[in-house]
């Protein structure tokens, strides 16, 4: 008998926690029956691996999002509304009825870690926290130390993730680390797909993959391009990825007369196509866990320019080619300089052990 597991989660919408689970149901989904909760929906989901069943539960969300997803009529409203009566929203939820050998809750936003614990029936609970910092305040934190002692283990990506929830949370957390599985084979089989967007550029072709929030650190990116530019440096800059920063981004690119060097072409469904085309990657985030990202450039051995973090520093460990800098000068003479980079391919093939580790204590699996 295959193990019953339900995995609750957020919206599935672009960004690395979305692209984690999916590489995880696709790990789990043919050796456990897997039952996948989602909290919120979005237009433009990531494509779930057959053979996942996406329960159809109503959930506790603002009013406001209820009524705009699903109407006045809807239950997700109606337990939206009667969740305001209740400090402790998810609360309003029932209990689900089907007992599980393992239940997840897999982002560390929102409430999902919570109502795991509240309202689902599990013999073995496990939480994931897949981000590079703590920023919760007030009554989320107060309900993390609340929770997470609850159960078994909480998953970090990294060893400085679990470093930062210690500080933040304290020690009485049974943790662990579960870093972020590349999935070689079908990101090699992506990047084949034909990338007519770069047909038309001329210089160096850069690349960034980041959704365009504060942390990954984007209008810096935009000041190395402008000392690109007046440098003579010929190159033309793809950023993939959408967010609350897209407006002030693109008014900056216009303000300093990037139009034809930066564009802005949002969420890609294929973004290996990309990676595998491209003469450097960029990331300049302020901070990250494990940043799948660039795992996944790695594949192709492409050269990259990162941002000097603790998660970056780390990854020189297992892949070539990475060159870690601070300041905007020596990221634009990083960049000009890339074509006399000599290339070192990448050995990939001990990334995932600790992984698959991981998956086999968690489900009892035999390797």
Sequence with gaps: MKKKCLIVMGYMTYGGIQKSLVNFLASIKDKVEVDLLLWGRTSDEMSIPEGVNILKVPTVKSVRAALRENGVFSKDFVLSCLGLLNQKRWLAMPTLTKHYDIAIAYPQVGFPKYYVIDRVKADKKYAFYHHGSYEFGGKMKSWDKEYYPKYDKLYCVSKHTQNI???????????????????????????????????????????????????????????????????????????????????????????????????????????????????????????????????????????????????????????????????????????????????????????????????????????
């Design 165 to 367: 929830l210690e500080d933040a949370l304290g020690v009485d957390i049974n943790y662990d680390i579960m870093p972020n599985l590349l999935n070689v084979e079908s990101i090699l089989d992506a990047g084949l797909s034909p990338c007519e967007e770069y047909n038309s550029s001329s210089g160096i072709k850069i690349l960034t993959v980041a959704r365009l929030s504060p942390e990954k650190n984007l209008h810096k990116c935009l000041s190395v391009a402008k000392r690109l530019v007046d440098n003579g440096v010929d190159f033309s800059w793809y950023m993939l990825g959408d967010g609350p920063l897209r407006s002030s981004l693109e008014s900056e690119i216009s303000s300093l007369g990037l139009d034809k060097h930066v564009y802005l072409l949002g969420n890609q469904p294929n973004p290996y196509r990309f990676m595998k085309n491209c003469d450097v990657y960029v990331q300049l985030s302020e901070y990250e866990a494990d940043p799948i990202t660039i795992k996944e450039v790695a594949v192709f051995d492409k050269p990259m320019v990162l941002s000097d973090i603790i998660a970056f520093r780390n990854a020189i460990e297992w892949i070539n080619n990475i060159s870690l800098r601070g300041d905007i000068e020596s990221i634009s003479t990083a960049i000009g300089e890339i074509s006399s980079i000599d290339v070192i391919k990448n050995d990939l093939t001990k990334v995932n052990k600790s992984y698959y580790q991981k998956l086999n204590e968690i489900f009892d699996l035999k390797d």
